[in-house]
């Protein structure tokens, strides 16, 4: 299994600002991914992280709104940029280990 | 879109009683897996099937995989208050390294 510890857990924002959330890893993962969660919707993955390179983001994501860091094997951050109502959503992170994703608790952002 | 449909889109039972979800997927896959999510919070792995499974159980959950109609379906038996979450099908297909989720079951139960 893995623990992964997510913060902020919520967060109220204002439009044209930006927010950073962190995901600790309990162990070394070579993998970490960011999915968005909006509104009573499913998980829609943004991007994959690998630690020394860049992240691969989806198809409708771009690096320039939600930036990745990953500077080591155990932490990562998912910046959402320039938001606006629409980027109200839960956000989280997750790691695979034997083909199961183990999430962390989830960061709720409300944009207003 | 290969996300996969699940239905229904909310359930409510008595405690109790067993719960019955449904997911359909659309191409071939390698595993079929189910989650649950607490509240909005994260989601924890419940329990995952190969494409070359037909049924496997875990506790009080059962899933089968019917890989010819494309579709899964996990059932809770015995439900109880603290099973109240969504559910969620996730599709690990060939060829992708990455997991597609479904839609979702919203499932309520009535103690």
């Known amino acids: 299994s893995a623990v992964i510890s997510q913060k902020p857990s919520r967060d109220i924002c204002q439009r044209g600002t930006s927010l950073t959330i962190q995901c600790q890893v309990d162990s070394q993962v070579t993998m970490m991914f960011w999915y968005r969660q909006q509104p009573g919707q499913s998980l829609t993955l943004i991007a994959t992280a690998n630690q020394g390179s860049e992240a691969t983001y989806e198809s409708g994501f771009v690096i320039d709104k939600f930036p990745i860091s990953r500077p080591n094997l155990t932490f990562s951050t998912l910046t959402v940029s320039n938001m606006s109502p629409e980027d109200s959503s839960i956000y989280l992170c997750?790691?695979?280990?034997?083909?199961?994703?183990?999430f962390g608790s989830g960061t709720q952002l409300s944009v207003l | 879109s290969q996300q996969g449909e699940e239905d229904p889109q909310a359930l409510s039972i008595q405690e109790g009683e067993n719960a019955t979800m449904n997911c359909s997927y659309k191409?071939?896959?390698?595993?079929l897996q189910w989650y649950r999510q607490n509240s909005g919070r994260g989601l924890v792995h419940l329990i995952l099937?190969?494409?070359?499974?037909r049924e496997k159980h875990s506790g009080r959950l059962r899933v089968t995989l019917d890989t010819s109609k494309k579709s899964s379906s996990l059932l809770i038996t015995a439900s109880r208050a603290a099973d109240t979450a969504s559910y969620f099908c996730?599709?690990?297909?060939?060829?992708?390294?990455?997991?597609?989720f479904g839609t979702g079951t919203r499932l309520t139960i009535i103690p």
């Open positions: 191409t071939s896959i390698n595993n």
């Open positions: 997750s790691v695979e280990r034997g083909e199961k994703l183990f």
């Open positions: 996730a599709t690990f297909y060939f060829g992708n390294e990455k997991l597609t």
């Open positions: 099937i190969r494409s070359n499974e």
